[in-house]
């Protein structure tokens, strides 16, 4: 029964999620229950497409990328696919109706991590497009299920949510992107003097991101709000951890928010959402 193998898929990219992020799972359980499994899909699509760039080692990224992305266009035309992240995400791209061109963008962002790369203010910003804000305005489809002049109106609050998220991300991995994939993101930054200064000027770019994220956050449905939130929280809580530490530090060592600072977040975050202080 196709039904049974849509399950399947949807399972396979819920554990998908689950093993690779803690907390989107976590944000994920905030939603509402319709909207939980087109986000997993979301994310498994996302993640495998990452995963081939920046784990892969020793294939030919370029090959699989490309086998991916192939897939993936046919599955869409066909509505169909064996491979089943690439299937429940198909089926999410029909249901809410998610511009095609935010998927091309997404994969063009992949593309550019083929290659060492020295950004400069004009890819930097490219790759922030494609790898985050963009995804953002998917999940964005799916939580407001057809409503375009919400959409319009929430839609750059999605992307600043998106852009906080991916520049936490870069400054967390600092050490890997560089050392191991010989990334360096952050435009005009040389990794062999990275001060002080140039830590606290993208710390400052990432407040403004989070700033005005807030303030669509509190504009989506109550359905999406409280797990939009805590993952807003969850970001917020690393980027603060990140901002006390010490440029030394944010070179040689993840920074991280552990498990037990997580489930403690989640109650609060269930708190502020249930007595309507958010």
């Known amino acids: 029964m196709k039904a049974l193998f849509d399950e399947v898929s949807v399972l396979c990219s819920k554990l998908t999620t689950k093993r690779y992020s803690t907390s989107f799972s976590l944000g994920i359980l905030f939603l509402k229950k319709p909207l939980r499994n087109p986000i997993y899909a979301i994310y498994g699509f996302v993640r495998f497409a990452d995963e081939i760039v920046d784990s892969f080692d020793g294939f030919d990224k370029k ?37 095609i061109e935010l998927v091309n963008v997404f994969l063009d962002s992949m593309e550019m991590d083929l290659e060492k790369q020295f950004y400069v203010k004009e890819n930097y910003e490219k790759y922030i497009l494609g790898s985050a804000e963009v995804v953002g305005l998917m999940c964005l489809k799916v939580f407001l299920n057809g409503n375009q002049e919400k959409y319009e109106e929430l839609k750059p609050f999605a992307m600043k949510l998106g852009a906080a998220f991916q520049k936490i991300n870069f400054l967390r991995d600092l050490k890997d992107d560089y050392q191991t994939l010989g990334r360096t993101y952050f435009p005009n930054v040389d990794m062999t003097e990275f001060t002080l200064q140039a830590k606290r000027e993208i710390e400052a770019e990432i407040a403004q991101d989070f700033k005005e994220a807030l303030v669509g956050i509190k504009k989506l449905p109550v359905s999406s709000k409280g797990g939009v939130y805590l993952a807003y929280v969850y970001y917020l809580t690393l980027f603060k951890k990140i901002k006390r530490v010490s440029v030394d530090r944010v070179l040689v060592e993840r920074i991280r928010v552990s498990d037990g600072e997580k489930i403690a977040l989640m109650f609060k975050s269930m708190l502020q959402f249930k007595t309507n202080m958010l």
């Open 63 to 99: 090959y699989l990328l490309d086998k991916f992305k192939s897939d993936l266009y046919e599955a869409i035309e066909q509505r169909i696919s064996l491979n089943p992240i690439l299937n429940s995400f198909q089926q999410v791209v029909h249901k809410y109706n998610i511009d």
